[in-house]
Every structure is written in C-alpha cells, then in structure tokens.
C-alpha cells in the first residue's frame, strides 16, 4: 500500500473521531439542561420550604442521582407548574403558628439535603 492512502485513511478516522467528540459534547449540553429544567422547581421549591440560598441548594443537588431527583420532582410537585400557579397546593401555615404538614415538609427537606 501506498503511504497517500493511508495518510488518506487516517484523515478520514481523525475526522470521525473529531466528529464524534462535538456530537458528544452537544449530548451532554442537552442533557445538563433537561438535568437543570427539572432542577429549577425543586430548587425553588425547597428554598421557599427551608429559607436556604437557591444557589447553596442548587449545587448541592447538581450530582444527585437521575433515580433521586425524579422522586424529588415528583415529591416537589414540578409538573403541576410554577410554585403559586392556579390550582397548586398552598402549605403556607396560619398566622402566629406553622402547621404539622409544614414541619414535615421542612424537616423532609432538610434530610434530604443533608
């Protein structure tokens, strides 16, 4: 065999392999996304719940399990939208006390994130 052809061959794996690379760094893109999409709800959710920072919250659940953080976005309620949307769960407790369910959702939520 000729050395131009294998000089060929191999600018033709270099280029698979350059394009393999940009297709898996535009998976992982989309990936951290849809992860921080479904972050945000539970983020918001549990720093209304516990007063911690969003930020401090957000970066604690950034290397949570796939399997985790769907039951925390079931448990958060992120599919019946935005926190104060029409039709949501209201757990704000009377005035001068907090209710049981509110302890329970804090001290839930701060198990969870310790």
Known sequence: MSDNFLLKVADVLD???DEKSQLETEITTIKQAQRQ???SPIVEK????TGDDPDELNSKLAGV???????LS???GSEAG???SSGSAKTAGLIGGSSS???ADRDF???ILS
């Not at 549990?46 to 719940?49: P, T």
């Not at 399990?65 to 039951?71: E, F, G, Q, Y």
């Open 15 to 17: 280029a698979i392999a």
């Open 101 to 103: 369910r509110d302890h």
């Open 37 to 39: 999409e479904k972050l």
């Open 74 to 76: 079931g448990l958060a």
């Open 65 to 71: 399990d796939d399997s985790v953080l769907s039951m």
């Open 82 to 84: 935005p926190m104060g």
């Open 46 to 49: 549990l720093s209304f719940l």
């Open 109 to 111: 939520a701060n198990w």
